[in-house]
Nanobody, 123 residues
């Protein structure tokens, strides 16, 4: 499956963005999709994921601010990001997985990574 992430941009602290991850080549239905991010000089970190059954997981740092959702008919997964902070600045990537819920935060279980979209939180 080919993934394309888009929707990033420049936003002020406290603002919102919605990222999209569109798939081609096969459907997202019944497979998991996760969002990860990587800031300069830092390792890639887990942000949020939804498994094929619709169960979600979030990193503690984004709980209550970010929401992952999917529209199967559009073959698209979204990441709604609210109350953005400076620390949220990073390149955001989406990827697919068939792993179990408890392992959704482990990037080693993901394949077919998208190209990433830059999110910059700055005043």
């Amino acid at each position: 499956v080919q993934l394309q992430a888009f929707g990033g941009g420049l936003v002020q602290p406290g603002g919102s963005l919605r990222l999209s991850c569109a798939a081609s080549g096969r459907t997202f239905r019944n497979i998991g999709v996760g969002w990860f991010r990587q800031a300069p000089g830092k390792e890639r970190e887990f942000v949020a994921a939804m498994n094929g059954s619709g169960s979600t997981r979030y990193a503690d740092s984004v709980k209550g601010r970010f929401t992952i959702s999917r529209v199967n008919a559009l073959n698209t997964v979204y990441l709604q990001m609210n109350f953005l902070k400076y620390d949220d600045s990073a390149v955001y990537y989406c990827a697919v997985t068939r792993t179990i819920w408890s392992a959704l935060d482990d990037s080693r279980h993901y394949t077919d990574w998208g190209q990433g979209t830059q999110v910059t939180v700055s005043s």
